[in-house]
T-cell receptor, first 113, second 117 residues
């Protein structure tokens, strides 16, 4: 079953504004990751936040994690047209000694110039 | 670093054809590779996990005989869609990891768009 659920499914904002995407999950995790996917391309790893971390920054990206609510958010500040993409959260799932990533449904972000 | 190359990027073929997709880790040894399938505007669904030198582990509902996976070396895994039919048309993405321990990132290829006529 799909572990991550993202909200909103689609987001359209003006260039320069901030974009916030949310992710909820159901089971315990070791870490949560955020990925970006440009149309028709593979995924690019953005940031990983461990279960014992509450906030992490990378450039214009800010990720928060609330394990009590089983949720995470990705904030992109001062958005640019090049940020237009789909963003996925992924949680790790260990099964039979192997790690697997379970992806959320994604948020399609459109930055309007 | 951590570049994963996937080939071909796009393939169109007739129904009944078998199609092979390659996934290569260019600058690291990938002990584990993953194959995903993605339908338009949907998320990635894991198909199988392959470890170098051993048989792939398939997710529930994925036909082993339909999607043959080989991971013969630490830098190459292949996915062969056998006797492909139009319902197999999809975007297939591989990823590679240097291990399966916690916090070991997966590095993704650019995907292969498969269209079966």
């Amino acid at each position: 079953s799909q572990q991550g659920e993202e909200d909103p499914q689609a987001l359209s904002i003006q260039e320069g504004e901030n974009a916030t995407m949310n992710c909820s999950y159901k089971t315990s995790i070791n870490n949560l990751q955020w990925y970006r996917q440009n149309s028709g391309r593979g995924l690019v790893h953005l940031i990983l936040i461990r279960s014992n971390e509450r906030e992490k920054h990378s450039g214009r990206l800010r990720v928060t994690l609330d394990t009590s609510k089983k949720s995470s958010s990705l904030l992109i500040t001062a958005s640019r047209a090049a940020d237009t993409a789909s963003y996925f959260c992924a949680t790790d799932l260990y099964f039979q000694g192997a790690q697997k990533l379970v992806f959320g449904q994604g948020t399609r972000l459109t930055i309007n110039p | 670093g951590a570049v994963v190359s996937q080939h071909p990027s796009w393939v169109i073929c007739k129904s009944g054809t078998s199609v092979k997709i390659e996934c290569r880790s260019l600058d690291f040894q990938a002990t584990t590779m993953f194959w995903y399938r993605q339908f338009p505007k949907q998320s990635l669904m894991l198909m199988a996990t392959s470890n170098e030198g051993s048989k792939a582990t398939y997710e529930q509902g994925v036909e082993k005989d339909k999607f043959l996976i080989n991971h013969a070396s630490l830098t190459l895994s292949t996915l062969t869609v056998t006797s492909a039919h139009p319902e197999d048309s999809s975007f297939y993405i591989c990823s590679a990891s240097a291990g399966v321990r916690a916090n070991q990132p997966q590095h993704f290829g650019d995907g292969t768009r498969l269209s079966i006529l």
